[in-house]
């Protein structure tokens, strides 16, 4: 663990306190720590992932309006990819009824009407990610300039989770 910190990468440390949260009998610590480090790397599915794993925890998620702006974003981010449903919730680990009814709320919370008008909006700039996802300011998620990541830099999700 303290190889990880003193290279001073957030993400790798992130993942070393999930392996640690797993093996150990007292997950909570481990699992905070890496859930804000994953929002300090912009990690936005590892971030969603480690919530669920809190839960799992029997632990509360910090931020709630915040964790669902997160998860506008990310669903936004994987509707740009261009997946389907069960693409989606086989890299969110949800059944396909979960991301239909996330999606459903999301459409309703920005108003778009479908799939295709939410992604042109994100796609051609007429709607940036806050717009779409609320607002992930830096007031709300401060991250140090040394990992700041644009929003296409999370739409690379189809190399990193393929689906068959």
Same mark, same amino acid.
């Given at each position: 663990?303290? !190889?990880?910190?003193?290279?001073? %990468?957030? @993400?790798?440390t992130a *993942? +070393? %306190?999930?392996?640690a949260a797993d093996g150990g009998a007292a997950p909570g610590?481990? !699992? /905070?720590? #890496? /859930?804000?480090? @994953?929002g300090m790397a912009g990690a936005t599915l590892w971030r969603f992932h480690t919530r669920t794993m809190l839960r799992e925890a029997?632990?509360?998620?910090?931020g709630r309006k915040q964790a669902t702006a997160e998860n506008d974003h990310l669903l936004a981010?994987?509707? #740009?990819?261009?997946? *389907?449903?069960?693409?989606?919730?086989t890299i969110l680990r949800l059944n396909e009824d979960a991301v =239909?009814?996330?999606?459903t709320r999301l459409l309703a919370r920005t108003g778009k009407r479908s799939r295709t008008e939410l992604v042109t909006?994100?796609?051609?700039g007429a709607s940036t990610p806050s717009d779409i996802t609320g607002s992930l +300011?830096?007031? *709300?998620?401060?991250?140090? #300039?040394? =990992?700041?990541?644009s929003w296409a830099a999370d739409t690379t999700v189809r190399d990193q989770f393929p689906c068959t």
């Amino acid at each position: 663990m303290s !190889l990880a910190r003193s290279r001073g %990468l957030p @993400f790798e440390t992130a *993942t +070393t %306190l999930l392996e640690a949260a797993d093996g150990g009998a007292a997950p909570g610590k481990p !699992l /905070y720590e #890496a /859930y804000e480090l @994953f929002g300090m790397a912009g990690a936005t599915l590892w971030r969603f992932h480690t919530r669920t794993m809190l839960r799992e925890a029997g632990l509360t998620v910090p931020g709630r309006k915040q964790a669902t702006a997160e998860n506008d974003h990310l669903l936004a981010t994987l509707l #740009a990819e261009q997946l *389907t449903t069960r693409q989606i919730a086989t890299i969110l680990r949800l059944n396909e009824d979960a991301v =239909v009814g996330r999606l459903t709320r999301l459409l309703a919370r920005t108003g778009k009407r479908s799939r295709t008008e939410l992604v042109t909006a994100v796609l051609t700039g007429a709607s940036t990610p806050s717009d779409i996802t609320g607002s992930l +300011t830096t007031a *709300t998620r401060p991250r140090p #300039a040394a =990992v700041r990541r644009s929003w296409a830099a999370d739409t690379t999700v189809r190399d990193q989770f393929p689906c068959t």
